[in-house]
């Protein structure tokens, strides 16, 4: 009895400090109204010149690339740097769009038809997983890193019994990342 006390003991002590294991938390926070940086605000009316901006909020350097799915070169931007991420709609297209504390135009993401995919990908998603579908409309994320502007289109595609893939592919049909969803 004795041997079972001490185990039910044991357990729950264990069971305690796991669940006292700290999660971190990032939050992207809001803007306040009157704080928006100049630059930034600046440079989304010259990108953006009939859009409407829903919402900006500052995006945390842990969340940058994160948010945005594909890092097209592999390095990070400096520690302490600004980021703001910008909801924007704009005719009948809803964009995000991420800027730098300068007003550089870092990363944007716009949905877009499927039959404004270039041919190049279409052909390249139709060899490398023969039988799938695209399913929904496609992301073009376009970023610039040091004056190189890439473009970069997510796609996800799916098969019977409902196998699903998330395709990243370059305008020239490479694909960059293909991640099975479960």
């Keep these: 009895m004795k041997k079972l006390i001490s185990l039910m003991l044991g357990l729950c002590l264990v069971t305690m400090a796991w669940a006292q294991v700290e999660e971190e938390t990032v939050r992207i926070t809001p803007v306040k109204k009157g704080d928006e940086p100049k630059a930034v605000m600046d440079a989304i009316h010259t990108d953006f010149p009939n859009a409407l901006s829903t919402n900006l909020n500052f995006l945390p350097l842990k969340l940058y690339g994160e948010q945005w799915n594909v890092q097209t070169d592999g390095t ?107």
Excluded at 111 to 137: C, F, T
Excluded at 167 to 181: A, C, E, Q, W, Y
């Design 76 to 182: 990070a931007p400096a520690s302490g740097s600004a980021f703001y991420q910008v909801n924007v709609r704009e005719q009948n297209q809803s964009f995000k769009a991420v800027y730098d504390k300068n007003g550089k135009l870092q990363h944007s993401k716009v949905m877009i038809k499927q039959a404004e995919l270039p041919e190049a990908v279409v052909a390249a998603i139709s060899k490398a997983h023969p039988g799938y579908k695209i399913v929904r409309d496609v992301e073009k994320i376009t970023s610039d890193r040091a004056g190189n502007v890439n473009v970069v289109y997510h796609v996800t595609i799916r098969k019977e019994h409902n196998l699903s893939h998330g395709i990243f592919v370059d305008p020239t049909g490479k694909i960059l990342r293909d991640i099975h969803f479960v």
